[in-house]
């Protein structure tokens, strides 16, 4: 994949382009300008606000050739390899924070570059150093070799020592005003060509919070998603607000039945649909506590509660099922986690395995209550989720029904009614994403003829796709059956292939670790 995420394209190039953080830039941009450069800063502030898009502009500053009041030039050679590892080195001290790391870098820092003034060491989210770490980068920050400049970069700088923070030049970069961010949206999609109303893009802006990368991101999913389309306000709203709600009731009887593979499934979800896992987890503690306040107010919670009908049936529902222990436990959990996700680089996985921890563990307090007395038990199960819980979450994907799939049905071309189906279908596709959103997957799916004259397939890559239709018995399969025969007038059996190889299945603790996946890299920079 070539695409460049927004904010990586439009990530400043020079000191002018930078939005807000004037106080900050000037500072910086003057200390080139009159030969001024330290040897160690500390940049402190949310993320998002520009840490790291400063550190690398004031990188290829005081390395530059022909530097423009201050400015790097990005014409000359220097400023062409600033990002090369001879003159500037990146370290994440989330997942470097030992002392040998750090002892490493007191070794790397003794050699002089070969072109150029600086070497820059950036270390981010520097407060996530060991004390010892800390301690061996102390020694290194009290005598700084001519040629190296250190930038600390940290979201907690109440958490860097204080003989640390006394040898740094300390910076606080403040959030990003909306009108700023706004403004800053406007260049963009004028840049992209992407058309929105201003009051979509200020929207976003409020969403991200003082960040420039939240907003810009939240700029892309909205354009992934309404491709060529205006990006309105409402429709800012349906890809941000309106995730199905349905996803939270689910994820929170994973929970309570300590069901992992359901659990799983629905991370994957979360993150196939391309989910903020922050913004995932925060509204799903806010629906929590929709339970909860349901639970200790009955009738009274709806003016505390906003929702629509269908969702409160289902908040009544569960604030019936679960204790008020329970649910505070998974609140505060879910906290927690919120917290670790927030300097995580790898959050799918933190996400993953500290939901995997609430499985295994009791809220504080009542360590002795035996499973089967949990209120959320199988006897008090309504007959339709007991169909469902009947039907488990297949590991592996299966067609259903599990008949033969070989590259005979690759080469099936189908009747002429099933190509007309075919050839109908981007159409039909869209308007059952655009309706139901949980089905925006579809449009990671081919659809082709199956092998009866009454059956069409939906073939995917990844086997998670199909389980994603197949689950809760089949019901989205029946959705999508009944949007074709409305569009088509004609009745077609919709299954699903993946052409994933399928993996060794057993249930067990195997099959959890075939269903965390390492290799997505969620790093923020
Ligand atoms: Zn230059």
């Given at each position: 994949m070539s695409y460049l995420a927004l904010y990586r394209?439009?990530?400043?190039?020079?000191?002018?382009?930078?939005?807000?953080?004037?106080?900050?830039?000037?500072?910086?941009?003057?200390?080139?300008?009159?030969?001024?450069?330290?040897?160690?800063?500390l940049f402190c502030g949310?993320?998002?606000?520009?840490?790291?898009?400063?550190?690398?502009?004031?990188?290829?500053?005081?390395?530059?050739?022909?530097?423009?009041?201050?400015?790097?030039?990005?014409?000359?050679?220097?400023?062409?390899e600033a990002e090369s590892s001879f003159h500037l080195v990146e370290i994440d001290a989330a997942s470097n924070n030992g002392v040998e790391n750090i002892r490493d870098l007191?070794?790397?820092?003794?050699?002089?570059?070969?072109?150029?003034?600086?070497?820059?060491?950036?270390?981010?989210?520097?407060?996530?150093?060991?004390q010892s770490a800390f301690n061996?980068?102390?020694?290194?920050?009290?005598?700084p070799p001519a040629h190296v400049i250190f930038i600390l970069a940290t979201t907690e700088p109440h958490k860097v020592l204080p003989t640390i923070l006394s040898r740094c030049q300390r910076y606080d970069f403040k959030r990003i005003?909306?009108?700023?961010?706004?403004?800053h949206l406007m260049q963009v999609c004028g840049k992209e060509g992407i058309r929105a109303e201003d009051a979509a893009l200020h929207y976003i802006a409020a969403l991200?919070?003082?960040?420039?990368?939240?907003?810009?991101?939240?700029?892309?999913?909205?354009?992934?998603?309404?491709?060529?389309?205006?990006?309105?306000?409402a429709k800012v709203r349906d890809v941000l607000g309106a995730v199905d709600s349905r996803i939270f009731t689910e994820m929170t009887e994973a929970l309570a039945q300590e069901d992992a593979a359901v659990l799983l499934t629905l991370i994957q979800q979360v993150f196939a649909e391309g989910r903020d896992a922050l913004q995932f987890l925060n509204t799903w503690s806010g629906y929590l506590r929709n339970v909860l306040v349901s639970q200790v107010l009955k009738e009274q919670a709806a003016g505390l509660i906003e929702t629509d009908t269908d969702q409160m049936q289902r908040i009544q529902k569960q604030a019936s099922e679960l204790s008020a222990d329970q649910l505070t436990w998974y609140?505060?959990?879910?906290?927690?986690?919120?917290?670790?996700?927030?300097?995580?680089?790898?959050?799918?996985?933190?996400?993953?395995?500290?939901?995997?921890?609430?499985?295994?563990r009791r809220p504080v307090g009542e360590p002795e209550r035996p499973r089967q007395e949990a209120s959320y038990s199988k006897r008090e199960r309504l007959p339709q989720e007991?169909?469902?819980?009947?039907?488990?979450?297949?590991?592996?994907?299966?067609?259903?029904?599990?008949?033969?799939?070989?590259?005979?049905?690759?080469?099936?071309?189908?009747?002429?009614?099933?190509?007309?189906?075919?050839?109908?279908?981007?159409?039909?596709?869209?308007?059952?994403?655009?309706?139901?959103?949980?089905?925006?997957?579809?449009?990671?799916?081919?659809?082709?003829?199956?092998?009866?004259?009454?059956?069409?397939?939906l073939r995917a890559g990844k086997a998670i796709y199909c389980q994603q239709l197949e689950m809760k018995g089949g019901e989205k399969l029946s959705l999508i059956e009944d949007q074709i025969e409305e569009a088509t007038g004609s009745r077609y059996r919709v299954r699903v292939i993946s052409d994933e190889k399928p993996r060794a299945t057993g249930g067990d603790l195997s099959d959890i670790k075939n269903q965390i996946h390492t290799d997505v890299n969620w790093r923020n920079e």
């Open positions: 394209k439009y990530r400043p190039a020079t000191f002018d382009e930078m939005v807000g953080q004037r106080a900050v830039i000037t500072a910086l941009q003057n200390q080139v300008k009159y030969g001024q450069v330290g040897h160690a800063y949310t993320r998002g606000t520009g840490k790291t898009s400063t550190a690398k502009v004031f990188a290829r500053a005081v390395n530059c050739l022909h530097p423009v009041d201050g400015n790097p030039c990005n014409e000359c050679e220097l400023c062409k007191r070794e790397e820092v003794q050699y002089t570059p070969s072109k150029g003034r600086y070497k820059v060491y950036i270390i981010d989210e520097v407060h996530m150093l060991t061996a980068l102390l020694k290194t920050l009290e005598e005003t909306v009108q700023e961010i706004t403004e991200a919070d003082g960040g420039m990368r939240d907003a810009l991101s939240i700029l892309d999913q909205c354009h992934a998603y309404y491709i060529d389309e205006e990006i309105t306000l609140i505060e959990s879910l906290a927690k986690l919120e917290a670790k996700l927030k300097t995580a680089s790898e959050k799918r996985i933190i996400l993953e395995v500290g939901l995997l921890g609430l499985l295994r007991q169909s469902r819980r009947q039907e488990p979450v297949p590991a592996v994907p299966v067609s259903r029904p599990p008949e033969k799939k070989g590259p005979s049905e690759n080469a099936a071309k189908g009747s002429a009614e099933q190509q007309a189906v075919i050839q109908r279908w981007p159409e039909i596709r869209k308007k059952i994403s655009t309706q139901w959103q949980s089905l925006y997957t579809l449009n990671l799916m081919r659809l082709e003829a199956g092998a009866a004259s009454d059956e069409l397939v």
